[in-house]
């Protein structure tokens, strides 16, 4: 007797155990439960455009001579006078960078003896040149050529970091607001309300630099280099999850 009523009281035991450990696994579940909630995703995009107020030519001096020495020589001193001439316009060192130096051989190959033979070697040496004067950027390029340069290579009117800033924030402000309406149509369509906004991400800012197309500029009148600048569109996309109710 004495022994069943010892049974009955472990028995007993291990059911209360067992319901505060089933207690406990309920409770650590219950923290990790989310409520999945009903979204509408959007995606606004605008372009705004601007005026460029920075220009970059790119300029080549291409020397060429019988020996590499003389090349380098020779294209080092007509870079040193064409870097000189555009600083007495007014343009800061920081304005005028080296982009490429090269010095390579110039050869004929004689098809019948199978051979090459180096008749003379090429330097080349390009020069960057920033200027915030759209309207001396002609003159820059004849400048530059007058003194040593032979090659326009490109030039292209760009925003400087400050106005790039500002017109970012400006397509990006007219992305959202298209952003929104699209919500608030979508909204309005299934009858439903927008929430709050539980997810912003930007997808993406960017522009394309104006190209000034340099065959035009050789077919213009003889005098000053016409350099005409146009706009630049700068594009925005950015996306928007709103909670519904």
């Known amino acids: 007797m004495e022994k069943e009523k010892l049974r009955g009281n472990f028995l007993t035991g291990l059911f209360g155990?067992?319901?505060?450990?089933?207690?406990?696994?309920?409770?650590?579940?219950s923290g990790n439960v989310t409520e999945e909630k009903n979204t509408i995703d959007v995606?606004?995009?605008?372009?705004?455009?601007?005026?460029?107020d920075e220009a970059e030519l790119f300029v080549e001096i291409q020397v060429q001579e019988d020996t590499a020495e003389r090349a380098r020589s020779e294209a080092a001193s007509r870079v040193e006078r064409v870097?000189?001439?555009?600083?007495?316009?007014?343009?800061?060192?920081?304005?005028?960078e080296t982009v490429s130096i090269n010095i390579?051989?110039?050869?004929?190959?004689?098809?019948?003896?199978g051979e090459s033979s180096i008749y003379a070697y090429r330097a080349s040496h390009v020069l960057k040149i920033t200027t915030m004067d759209l309207d001396?950027?002609?003159?820059?390029?004849d400048i530059a050529i007058a003194n040593g340069a032979n090659t326009v290579q490109q030039i292209q009117f760009t925003l400087s970091k400050e106005k790039q800033k500002e017109v970012n924030a400006e397509a990006l402000d007219k992305a959202a607001e298209d952003a929104t309406s699209k919500a608030d149509a979508i909204a309005k369509s299934l009858k439903v309300r927008l929430g709050r906004i539980s997810k912003v991400s930007e997808s993406n800012v960017n522009y394309q630099p104006y190209s000034f197309p340099l065959a035009k500029m050789a077919a213009e009148?003889?005098?000053?280099?016409?350099?005409?600048?146009?706009?630049?569109?700068?594009?925005?996309?950015?996306s928007i999850?709103?909670?519904?109710s």
């Open 43 to 52: 995606a606004g995009s605008a372009v705004v455009t601007a005026s460029p």
């Open 136 to 141: 001396k950027a002609g003159k820059l390029i």
């Open 17 to 29: 155990i067992g319901l505060v450990l089933v207690a406990l696994v309920l409770a650590m579940n």
């Open 104 to 113: 390579y051989p110039l050869s004929n190959y004689d098809r019948d003896t």
């Open 241 to 244: 999850q709103y909670t519904i």
């Open 83 to 96: 870097i000189n001439s555009l600083k007495q316009q007014g343009v800061k060192s920081s304005n005028i």
């Open 221 to 238: 009148a003889y005098g000053e280099t016409p350099v005409q600048p146009q706009n630049v569109d700068v594009s925005a996309y950015i």
